[in-house]
Structure formats: structure tokens, C-alpha cells
């Protein structure tokens, strides 16, 4: 059977030491993913937040990051690899933190977007300042959708650092190429699980840290909508 | 550029560029046309059924974490298919766009507002009449959004097919890496792009024509 064969991979002592083993893959492929993760929230957090707050450009972003989304990273990263004279490091950066900023930026964009504007306005008219309204009222109420977005770029981002493997990166994408080639499907299938492992492993740990930084009181506010809504349903019905 | 010109030039290249590009949308968009029948179908299912939806939640966030590359070549394995049969990325890209519309399509068939449901009803629509002239149509725009989505994630995603050497646009990549010539990848992001505009536009024009009511909404 292919997965006890991959668990049997998995598990082999030789898998475990030297330069190429599973520990120094799984470090490679997370230094990547958080340098990816990291260098996209750096350009599409403040941006999300600009023209959230000033609700300019919104429709220009929009366009400009579903193009970024279809910019294929194979073809991004062999083309920054050329051009770059096979520096991989940063061509594979480059290529990451270009997929991770579309989703990074719609749920910053989107999570100011949605702030109640009765809460903006009521902000407004306690007299708080532009800056004091971003980032006391509208960050602090966009941080569900926020975190939302850095969750799905660092699934997309795990998942695709194995196409690095490509430019010869020791990432986790080594296995399958490997495997790949000599018709090894243990190999592959335990590349794959390592990656499916890192990816649920990190969307945990966010899950985590959104749960501590999401203010409490918004929670309450969600839990308490999720309460009543079924009931003025009901009530909608009656009058019809 | 002058590369590229050069490139271009050769109408070998030209002609097995339009095969290559041919593949591409054959590979992405049989899927896409076969994940929203999927999707209507499961979200139905999910709407109905409770447990359905319970099911299709954990294994869609299963799945969203198995790299492309890997489930290109585990398919084969579990299925016993040839590892180059261009089946094998025609099947996960399906799996992949339909646990992408699934979610989706049952929150706007719960959606659609009771009233509207009972209104139908007592015109005299049988269920599943009432399912497909009046629940599906109000769901089509929430599906087509998430088909937008999976139609440019899946003209993305075919180039990386070309790791395990099915045919589509990628081929251009690993070509261009091996000789370490930029012009067939430049080509080939291009193209990419370019499709993906495309079919994105035809599905804007496409969900406009089937959602009249909105546009007289707007005006």
C-alpha cells in the first residue's frame, strides 16, 4: 500500500540526519513560508489599511490583485531565477510574497471595508482624529477578516514553496520532484503529508493567535448576532 | 524584446504555442464547468442534510492543504492512471474547485429568503422546479463569484503541471528554465494572464445575462 509505504519513508532513520533530511526541509520550507507570509503583510497590511480608511483606489486594487492572482509562480519564479543569474533565494522570495499579497490585502481591504459605519461615524462624533479612528475603531474591528486573509495566504504560500524545489531549494517540494523522477511514490506521498502536517500545524497556530488578538468585545458582538438572527427570521415569516 | 521577436518569429513556435495554449484551457476549464455541476449538486445536498455539510467542511480543509504538485502525482498512485495523463490534473483541479464552490452555494440557497421559498410554493411550483427556476437562479451570483476565483486560480495552477509533464502553458517555464532562455517564459506569463483575463471577462458577461434583475436594480 502507497501510504504505508510513505509512512515507512517517513520513518526511515536515514530520512532523519544530514544535509538533506526531513528536519532541514521542513526548516527550509518554514523559513521561506514566514519570510513570504512576513515581507506580503509588510506591503498589503498598510495598504489595505490606506485605502480602507480613505476608500480610494478601491476598485483599481481590486483589478490589480486578481491579476497578480492568476501571474502563474512557476513561470514567476524560473523567470526572477534567469533574470537574477540563479540568485534563488530572493527569486523564490519575490515569487512568494507576490502570491501571498492578494489575500493578505482583500481581507485587510475588506475587514475596514465592512466596519459598521454607524461605529465610524459614532467615533467621529466623539471627536477622535482620523489616525485615532483607524486604529482604535476600524483596525481593531477589521482584525477578524485581517487574520482571515493571513490564513489563507499561509496556506497558499506552504503549499506552493514546493515549487521552489524546482530552482534547487531544499524545501519540502524536494521529495516530490525527487520521487517524481524515479517513480517513488513513498517519497512523494510523505513529502505531501509533511506539507498538508506544516500547513493545518501554522492555520492552527493563527487560529490561535487571531483568538487572543481579536478584541473580546467584538466576539461578544458576534455571538450575540448569531443568537438572534434566527428569531427575526422567524418573525419575518409570521408576518408574511 | 528583440528576443522575443525572435521567438515569435518561428512559426514552429507559433503553431506549437496555439497547441499549448489549447491544452491550457482544455485542462482548466473542464474542470471548472465540471466543479459548478458538482458544487450545485453537494450544496443542494449540504442544504438539505446537516451532516452533508459537516463532511465536506473537514475534507475540503484537508484538501485546500495538499500542495497541486503532490496531488498531480498521488492521484495516479490511488487511482492507477498514468502519472502523464493529463486526467490526473484535470481530476484534482475539480477537487480543488469544487470544495471552493461548495461552501458557497449552500450559504446562498439558505439564503434566499423564506418568503420568497413560500411564495413559489404557492404558486404552484413543485420542488424542484421551485429549485431550478427560483433557488438556483438567486444563488447565481454568489456561484458565479466563486467561479471567478476558480477559473484564475485554475489557469494558474495548470502551469504547475508542467512539473510532472502534462501538457498547457507551463511547459513553456520548464523549457525556457532548462535552456535558460527568458523569452518562452515570458511568453508564457503573458499567455497565462491574458487567458485568465479572458475567461474571467466572458464569465462577467456570462453572469450579467443570467441575472437580469440585477442590472434593473442598479439603474
Redesign the interface.
Known amino acids: 500500500m ?1 501510504f504505508a509505504d510513505a509512512i515507512a519513508w517517513l520513518l526511515d532513520p536515514v530520512n532523519w540526519s544530514g544535509a538533506k533530511s526531513i528536519p532541514v526541509r521542513v526548516g527550509v520550507h518554514l523559513l521561506y513560508c514566514l519570510g513570504a507570509v512576513l515581507g506580503a503583510s509588510l506591503i498589503a497590511v498598510p495598504l489595505g489599511l490606506y485605502i480602507g480608511h480613505t476608500g480610494r483606489g478601491g476598485v483599481l486594487l481590486v483589478g490589480s490583485s ?2 497578480l ?8 519564479v ?2 526572477l ?3 537574477m543569474n540563479g540568485v534563488q533565494t530572493v527569486s523564490v522570495l519575490i515569487a512568494l510574497v507576490v502570491l501571498a499579497v492578494p489575500p493578505i490585502l482583500a481581507g485587510t481591504y475588506a475587514g475596514i471595508q465592512d466596519v459598521d459605519r454607524g461605529v465610524v461615524d459614532a467615533a467621529r462624533g466623539m471627536g477622535m482624529t482620523g489616525s485615532q479612528r483607524l486604529w482604535r475603531v476600524e483596525l481593531p474591528n477589521a482584525l477578524p477578516l485581517l487574520v482571515g486573509g493571513l490564513r489563507n495566504a499561509t ?1 497558499q504560500v ?3 514553496a ?2 521552489a524545489a ?2 534547487g531549494i531544499e524545501t519540502l ?1 524536494r521529495p ?2 525527487d ?2 523522477r524515479v ?1 517513488d ?1 513513498a517519497q ?2 510523505g ?2 503529508v509533511l ?2 502536517l506544516l ?2 500545524g501554522l ?1 492552527l497556530l493563527l487560529a490561535l493567535a487571531g483568538k487572543l488578538v481579536i478584541p473580546r468585545g467584538l466576539r461578544l458582538a458576534a455571538e450575540t448576532r448569531r443568537r438572534v438572527k434566527p428569531v427575526e ?1 422567524a418573525e ?2 409570521d408576518v ?1 | 524584446m528583440g528576443d522575443i521577436a525572435k521567438y515569435l518569429g518561428d512559426a514552429g513556435t507559433r503553431s506549437a504555442l496555439l497547441t499549448m495554449l489549447l491544452d491550457h484551457i482544455y485542462l482548466s476549464l473542464v474542470p471548472l464547468v465540471i466543479s459548478v455541476v458538482l458544487a450545485v449538486v453537494l450544496g443542494l445536498a449540504c442544504h438539505r442534510f446537516r451532516w452533508v455539510n459537516t463532511v465536506l467542511v473537514s475534507v475540503s480543509n ?1 484538501l ?8 498531480f ?2 492521484i495516479p ?2 487511482i492507477g492512471t498514468s ?1 502523464l495523463a493529463p486526467v490526473n490534473v484535470v481530476i484534482a483541479l475539480t477537487l480543488y474547485t469544487t470544495t471552493l464552490l461548495v461552501r458557497p452555494v449552500a450559504e446562498a440557497l439558505a439564503a434566499v ?3 420568497v421559498r ?1 411564495a413559489a410554493t404557492a404558486m404552484g411550483f413543485r420542488p424542484w422546479r421551485r429549485f431550478l427556476t427560483v433557488e438556483l437562479p438567486l444563488a447565481v451570483p454568489v456561484l458565479a463569484a466563486g467561479v471567478r ?1 476558480g477559473s ?2 485554475n ?2 495552477l495548470v ?2 503541471g ?3 509533464g502534462t501538457g498547457g ?2 511547459v ?3 523549457d ?2 532548462r535552456q ?3 523569452a518562452p ?2 511568453v ?2 503573458v499567455l ?2 491574458v487567458l ?2 479572458v475567461v ?1 471577462l466572458i464569465l462577467v458577461v456570462l453572469r450579467n445575462a443570467l441575472t437580469p434583475w440585477t442590472k434593473a436594480g442598479r439603474s
Open positions: 502507497i486578481n491579476a492572482r492568476a501571474l502563474p509562480t512557476l513561470g514567476l524560473t523567470f531565477y534567469l533574470v496556506l506552504v503549499a506552493t514546493s515549487v524546482y530552482v517540494g516530490l520532484l520521487g517524481l517513480l511514490y512523494v506521498v513529502g505531501a506539507i498538508a500547513a493545518v492555520d427570521e419575518v415569516v408574511v | 484537508v485546500y492543504t495538499i500542495p497541486s504538485l503532490a496531488l502525482v498521488i498512485a490511488v502519472v429568503p423564506d418568503h413560500a476565483v484564475v486560480s489557469i494558474s502551469s504547475v508542467a512539473l510532472i502553458l507551463g513553456l517555464f520548464t525556457g528554465f535558460r532562455y527568458l517564459i515570458i508564457g506569463i497565462t494572464m485568465a483575463l474571467d
